[in-house]
């Protein structure tokens, strides 16, 4: 099936930084969503974005399906972003079943 | 309703017992989904429906696991027979439309149903 790799698997940012984080994938997806999981383990949806760029408030995120890869930006990060950011990818080959990376724990620090 | 709702929030359970978890999705999202989270680590694939379309049960880790959908709404994920190893955040997750080939939709997920196994 295919594979999904998230980094940094772990970051420790300062309140106010800006970071990127990045979702590689084995195969051409139908699908690719973004999610943040907070300490309370909800999981909120933050991007559906199969391919190209999308914005909402500090948060951005491309994906460059031919290369496959997509970016989550987060600018002037709050203690609030802290959490696990997932990416889950569905892929073209029919099996409808999206599959997560393991993650990436930010922390960010006031 | 309004979004996927699941139950109960947390479950303590005996070893050897048999465990319950429902997930009530959107009404309307026709495929439906139970993924499981174990203590730091990312979402492992359960189980698959889809309108009336068999489950892809490719994910069960055991016999001991299985699930059922009922009227294409609420599912039920059931275990028996539970082992310490079975503790975990059980997940569900649903979408909005019937897969015609290529177009696939958001998902949603419920709050989690936190299982331990003493």
């Known amino acids: 099936g295919i594979q999904v790799e998230q980094s940094p698997p772990d970051l420790i940012l300062q309140e106010g930084a800006n970071s990127t984080l990045r979702c590689n994938f084995s195969?051409?997806?139908?699908?690719l969503q973004w999610f943040h999981q907070n300490p309370w383990g909800q999981l909120i949806n933050l991007f559906y974005?199969?391919?190209g760029t999308k914005q909402n408030g500090r948060l951005s995120a491309t994906t460059v399906a031919t290369e496959r890869y997509s970016l989550l930006y987060i600018s002037s990060s709050q203690t609030t972003d802290s959490g696990v950011y997932f990416c889950?990818?569905?892929?073209?080959?029919?099996?409808?079943?999206?599959?997560f990376g393991r993650g990436t724990s930010l922390i960010v620090h006031p | 309703g309004a979004g996927v709702s699941q139950s109960p929030s947390n479950k303590v359970t005996e070893k050897g017992k048999d465990v319950e978890l429902r997930c009530d999705p959107i009404?309307?999202?026709?495929?439906l989904y139970w993924y499981r989270q174990s203590l730091g680590q990312g979402l492992e694939f359960l189980i698959y429906?889809?309108?009336?379309?068999?489950?892809?049960k490719s994910g069960l880790p055991s016999d001991r696991f299985s699930a059922e959908r009922t009227g294409g709404s609420v599912s039920t994920l059931t275990i028996q027979r539970t082992q310490q190893e079975d503790s975990a955040v059980y997940l569900c997750?649903?979408?909005?439309?019937?897969?015609?080939?290529?177009?696939?939709?958001?998902?949603?997920f419920g709050q989690g149903t936190r299982l331990t196994v003493v």
């Open positions: 997750a649903s979408t909005s439309v019937i897969r015609t080939g290529l177009f696939s939709t958001e998902a949603f």
């Open positions: 195969d051409s997806v139908n699908n």
């Open positions: 974005i199969p391919s």
């Open positions: 889950a990818v569905e892929g073209s080959g029919g099996s409808y079943i999206p599959t």
């Open positions: 009404s309307g999202h026709t495929a």
């Open positions: 429906f889809q309108g009336n379309s068999a489950p892809d």
